[in-house]
């Protein structure tokens, strides 16, 4: 099925250091969600947006919903070493019990 | 609270045995789903169930087989699978409120599942 184009695929960082990653589509999404998921386990719901533009935080993490809602970018502050798994990115179209389309993903791998 | 449980948590079985994976939330939602995921790859959509009713089948094959006894549960009944179906299964809730509202879905833990 369809994935949106995440980047980077994967990073290594230093404890400390702030990281950007990002989402792009050809399509229009009305929800852009980031998600987080640790190895063996579920993805955890990070950060919803739900309007074009809209910046929103959730501690050390923020994300942006682009302008022209085909796009969507994650930036962590001062990583931690607990900040180390794979980060998705998805994509909603309005209506109901509708489909996640989710990005290809970007493991993020912290060194301190 | 945003929980949705899934039992058993690892689960190995034979290519002719019947096993199900059980999912379970008490949030209220009126949405469930089951997502299949290899490794390093994200989710990939199965089912969808909206106020129990399947509403999406996304051409899966009929060795898996979904059920939806009430709002709070999804199952997901398995018969003759292949080593090729071994993944880690997903169950996501969501409010399923009026159309055109944002449906945020909240996923389990998942089910690590292996065909031998």
């Known amino acids: 099925g369809q994935q949106l184009n995440q980047s980077p695929q994967s990073m290594f960082i230093q404890e400390g250091e702030d990281v950007s990653m990002n989402c792009t589509s050809s399509s229009i999404f009305n929800t852009w969600l980031w998600y987080k998921q640790d190895p063996g386990e579920g993805p955890v719901l990070l950060i919803a947006l739900y309007k074009a533009g809209e910046l929103t935080s959730n501690g050390r993490l923020t994300a942006q919903f682009g302008i022209t809602r085909k796009d969507s970018f994650l930036n962590i502050s001062a990583s931690i070493p607990s900040d180390v798994g794979i980060y998705f990115c998805?994509?909603?179209?309005?209506?109901?019990?509708?489909?996640?389309?989710f990005g290809t993903g970007t493991r993020l791998q912290v060194t301190l | 609270d945003t929980e949705v449980t899934q039992t058993p948590k690892h689960l190995v079985m034979g290519m002719t045995n019947k096993k199900s994976l059980k999912c379970e939330q008490h949030m209220g939602h009126r949405a469930m789903y089951w997502y299949k995921q290899k490794a390093k790859k994200p989710p990939e959509l199965m089912f969808v169930y909206s106020y129990e009713k399947l509403s999406i089948n996304e051409s899966v094959p009929s060795r898996f087989s979904p059920e939806c006894p009430n709002s709070s549960l999804l199952n997901l009944h398995l018969h003759a699978l292949q080593p090729e179906d071994s993944a880690l299964y997903l169950c996501a809730s969501s409010q399923a409120g009026t159309t055109g509202w944002a449906d945020t879905q909240y996923f389990g833990p998942g089910t690590r599942l292996t065909v031998l």
């Open positions: 998805a994509g909603q179209s309005t209506g109901t019990a509708s489909k996640l389309t």
